[in-house]
């Protein structure tokens, strides 16, 4: 008896030195002598090199979730909002420390409205709520290279209100553990800071990670690069197919007028621009946001020389920034900025192309069909960047003629948005199945957010009638598009039938009406490009237009105007004049010319008229002002709109 109480005497003192950090000398060697030993064999496992990795020091927690949506950019967030949101139980995984990818703040790629060469459309639903949300509590403008924490902020809190969403920040996923080579068994996850490992199960999974990483580690069929003309029969692909693809990776900027003159002395390892032909074709004026064009991209690969992509783009960033500063023209306009923010995580563009049953194309973009299993839209003119970007200094960039490049809002179906071979593996954002003529389009932000949201509510409805995507696609397909219709959302060709909705039985009526009336120009544009004006008559014939012009000319030029029917107001695709009348507008003149059709039409119709590419010419139209009531007429649209207030479309 006495034994057993000297023993539970020693163990209390041991636990009480313990406790205040002490330790006998013998029991201190005893346990560095246990740590100093080897460690049983059940508890390594073989290591890259040949020796051991002590498997026992690892946390690993066993997670299991309805849906697992890997990758918190835009898409992927919205994506797991709208699963929760639906009644599944899911874990939104992302490497960074804050949501949004390439619109976070240490990005800085605003979500710009991808309709704004489309003006009667927009992208609602859950993007719309924080796009809401963060103009309650910003106090910056939004714009591109002005984004901050604010947002970060309300993807945040949008993400963890949501009772049925857990959220993993700074958890890269490495290894995709797989049932069969149809099947997708679980996720394996590493977050710094805490020193675990999660193992994320689900019966769904959904790729947002931008780079489709998900996809290719669990073997889904995908495609980089460019297809060939001949592959899709698309105008716009080059001739031959290429193994790498063209665009590059961008670094943004802030400058902040400090209020008082500041010396920048270029670092010796950034690059030079000492002459402003260096910087020919990239118009750098305003300086203060930063600049989309400072990409780099070809010859490098633009995943796996990441790394070296981004040391390049600091390398031309801070360049472009002592040109202007120490170097521009204009350099007395930079005297007292400074900068405020350099991003250190790139905004990329490219993508692997998870293939799905549906491979999106020129045509489906350009000239839509309804798809009947559409769950979101695009409306992104085709967008691809010159290769070579910023390195590519002696070739400028050039903006496509809407005729070539334009599109209309079409829809994107859910066949393009499950992989083909991994029945499990939905994907949203950039990876989703397109050709890379589609994918230019449909690569941008707010396209990625929506067709985000309308996956992420495919995945609840596949839970709830327990089926793969493949099966929702063809037996469910109305019913997703009913309820993404319930939930704020746009689909093509998809019709309200929600027999709840009262406004299904509204009438609409009007006390009076007003005449077609354009405000005169405000701001003249270059006729560098085509550009057109769409408008509706309701009348039977056509007299005349008169149109403002300006004309740095030192010749009478003739110019020639044509007119073409619409079937939408977003509609430019008629390639057959219905008229052309051809008017001299006069040298070195501003002024109105007319132009007379004197052409009888069919009453209560879209039609636009468009004018050829005409050095020195310019468009007097007007723009509306920003935060000032709209005075251009309703049903009109241009397909190029000048001025600040409207940034152009095609800058990204």
């Not at 691809?384 to 960039?397: E, M, S, Y």
């Not at 020639?560 to 430019?572: I, M, N």
Request: with cysteine.
């Amino acid at each position: 008896m006495g034994g057993v109480i000297e023993f539970r005497r020693r163990r209390l003192i041991e636990f009480l030195l313990g406790a205040l950090g002490l330790r006998r000398a013998a029991a201190g060697s005893a346990a560095e002598s246990a740590a100093s030993q080897p460690p049983p064999p059940e508890s390594r496992r073989p290591g890259a090199l040949g020796g051991y990795i002590l498997a026992d020091k690892e946390i690993v927690e066993r997670r299991a979730f309805d849906v697992v949506v890997v990758g918190g950019g835009i898409a992927g967030t919205c994506a797991a909002i709208a699963a929760a949101r639906n009644g599944v139980r899911v874990a939104l995984v992302h490497e960074r420390s804050m949501l949004g990818g390439n619109s976070s703040s240490e990005v800085r790629l605003y979500p710009e409205v991808s309709t704004n060469h489309n003006i009667w459309s927009k992208e609602l639903g859950i993007l719309e709520e924080f796009h809401t949300e963060e103009r309650k509590y910003n106090h910056e403008p939004y714009q591109e290279g002005l984004l901050n924490s604010q947002w970060d902020l309300v993807l945040y809190q949008s993400a963890v209100r949501e009772k049925n969403l857990t959220l993993f920040l700074n958890t890269t996923v490495r290894e995709v553990e797989m049932r069969d080579p149809a099947t997708i068994l679980a996720v394996h996850g590493v977050q710094m800071g805490s020193e675990k490992k999660f193992v994320f199960s689900a019966p769904l999974f959904i790729d947002c990670t931008g780079d489709g990483a998900l996809g290719y580690r669990a073997g889904a069929d995908f495609r980089w690069g460019l297809e060939s003309r001949a592959e899709y029969g698309e105008k716009e692909a080059p001739p031959q197919a290429a193994a790498q693809p063209q665009m590059g990776s961008s670094l943004f900027f802030r400058a902040r007028d400090a209020g008082v003159p500041l010396v920048y002395k270029r670092p010796p390892w950034a690059a030079e621009f000492p002459a402003e032909d260096d910087l020919h074709g990239r118009n750098h004026r305003n300086f203060a946001y930063g600049y989309w064009w400072i990409e780099v991209g070809l010859p490098m690969h633009q995943i796996y020389d990441n790394e070296a992509i981004k040391h390049e783009a600091l390398r031309q960033l801070l360049g472009v920034w002592d040109h202007l500063k120490n170097h521009c023209p204009d350099k007395e306009q930079a005297r007292n900025y400074g900068l405020e923010f350099v991003s250190f995580w790139l905004y990329k563009r490219e993508a692997r192309r998870l293939l799905g049953d549906y491979v999106l194309t020129q045509a489906d973009v350009q000239n839509p069909r309804i798809h009947p299993d559409s769950l979101a839209f695009g409306c992104w003119y085709i967008d691809v960047h010159k290769p070579g970007g910023i390195l590519a200094r002696a070739r400028p960039n050039r903006k496509p003629a809407w005729e070539d490049a334009g599109t209309i809002p079409y829809g994107i179906p859910l066949r393009s948005c499950y992989s083909r071979n991994v029945e499990n593996l939905l994907m949203a954002g950039r990876p989703i199945g397109a050709s890379y003529v589609a994918f230019s389009s449909t690569r941008v932000l707010r396209t990625g957010a929506i067709v985000g949201q309308g996956v992420g509510t495919a995945a609840a409805l596949c839970r709830k009638h327990d089926c793969a995507p493949r099966q929702l696609a063809v037996r469910h397909a109305k019913e997703l598009q009913q309820t993404l219709l319930r939930q704020d959302c746009a689909v093509p060709g998809a019709v309200n039938e929600d027999p709840a909705d009262l406004a299904r039985e509204a009438t609409v009526t009007a006390s009076s009406e007003a005449a077609l009336e354009f405000p005169e120009g405000t701001e003249f544009f270059a006729l560098d490009l085509p550009a057109a004006q769409l408008f509706p008559i309701t009348s039977g014939r056509w007299e005349a237009i008169d149109l403002l012009r300006r004309s740095t000319r030192d010749d009478a030029v003739p110019v020639t105007l044509g007119l073409r029917s619409a079937e939408f107001v977003y509609d430019f695709r008629a390639t057959q004049d219905l008229a052309a009348v051809t008017a001299t507008v006069p040298a070195r003149s501003t002024g109105y010319v007319r132009f007379a059709f004197r052409r009888a039409l069919d009453a209560d119709r879209l039609y636009y008229i468009h004018l050829p590419r005409v050095p020195g010419l310019a468009w007097g139209r007007y723009a509306d002002e920003r935060d000032a009531p709209a005075r251009s007429p309703a049903g009109c649209t241009a397909a190029e709109r000048p001025g600040p207030s409207r940034r152009h479309p095609l800058t990204k």
